[in-house]
């Protein structure tokens, strides 16, 4: 090859040579495949340990929010099933020892919040503490949603999804779910889902997911 040629050749290589790097550097910067918010859900459930029922007795069953839901749930379960539950509506980790399964019913009432003698924000701080508490301890935490969509209210809602990232099992008045937002939650958590259609549904429910009391 004469010195021309030569020449020749390295202009043209120098000419390639910065088009090819910034193809590679293009290529290697490239962003990976993003997943999908699904994929995101499906993994997020698979990474929960779920537990399924029955769950056993006996039951703690407290409300978030202190609306009348939660004395209604009480009232049903005490008359219309054999059902061991004890309603306490302001209870904290203490009261967590002597129980197996913790029931909490959501829906926030300003009147409610007042007879009780706190407020939301202490309501709010109350409910994660205690949930907490019962994952730590390894209990079922049932989730109750039962004022349709009454108590699909902000304030509400703030607590159920509090809730959600505990909960074991849905159990909601059809009602409040028209839009499907419980079933979608259900579906990302990897959680069972119970609709019924009034309060006094709650009572043959009870009996096939709740277990007796452990001697």
Same mark, same amino acid.
């Given at each position: 090859?004469?010195?021309?040629?030569?020449?020749?050749?390295?202009?043209?290589?120098?000419?390639?040579?910065?088009?090819?790097?910034?193809?590679?550097?293009?290529?290697?910067?490239?962003?990976?495949?993003?997943?999908?918010?699904?994929?995101?859900?499906?993994?997020?459930?698979?990474?929960?340990?779920?537990?399924?029922?029955?769950?056993?007795?006996?039951?703690?069953?407290?409300?978030?929010?202190?609306?009348?839901?939660?004395?209604?749930?009480?009232?049903?379960?005490?008359? $219309?099933?054999? !059902?061991?539950?004890?309603?306490?509506?302001?209870?904290?980790?203490?009261?967590? =020892?002597?129980? $197996?399964?913790?029931?909490?019913?959501?829906?926030?009432?300003?009147?409610?919040?007042?007879?009780?003698?706190?407020?939301?924000?202490?309501?709010?701080?109350?409910?994660?503490?205690?949930?907490?508490?019962?994952?730590?301890?390894?209990?079922?935490?049932?989730?109750?949603?039962?004022?349709?969509?009454?108590?699909?209210?902000?304030?509400?809602?703030?607590?159920?999804?509090?809730?959600?990232?505990?909960?074991?099992?849905?159990?909601?008045?059809?009602?409040?779910? =028209?839009?499907?937002?419980?079933?979608?939650?259900?579906?990302?958590?990897?959680?069972?889902?119970?609709?019924? =259609?009034?309060?006094?549904?709650?009572?043959?429910?009870?009996?096939? !997911?709740?277990?007796?009391?452990?001697?």
């Amino acid at each position: 090859m004469s010195r021309r040629d030569q020449n020749v050749e390295k202009k043209l290589i120098w000419r390639v040579l910065p088009a090819c790097i910034f193809a590679f550097l293009l290529c290697s910067s490239a962003p990976q495949a993003v997943e999908t918010q699904d994929e995101l859900n499906k993994k997020e459930a698979r990474g929960r340990r779920v537990i399924h029922p029955p769950y056993s007795g006996p039951l703690l069953l407290t409300s978030l929010g202190q609306d009348p839901a939660a004395s209604i749930v009480s009232a049903i379960l005490d008359t $219309k099933t054999d !059902i061991e539950a004890k309603f306490i509506p302001l209870a904290d980790p203490k009261h967590l =020892e002597e129980f $197996k399964t913790l029931v909490v019913c959501v829906g926030v009432s300003s009147e409610g919040l007042k007879t009780a003698g706190t407020r939301l924000k202490a309501e709010t701080e109350r409910a994660k503490t205690l949930l907490e508490a019962a994952k730590t301890a390894d209990m079922a935490v049932v989730l109750l949603h039962l004022e349709g969509q009454k108590g699909r209210d902000e304030s509400s809602m703030t607590l159920v999804k509090t809730a959600l990232d505990f909960a074991d099992a849905l159990v909601v008045q059809k009602a409040g779910n =028209e839009d499907g937002y419980f079933t979608e939650a259900s579906e990302k958590h990897g959680l069972p889902l119970h609709e019924i =259609e009034r309060y006094m549904d709650l009572a043959d429910l009870a009996e096939k !997911i709740f277990a007796s009391s452990e001697p």
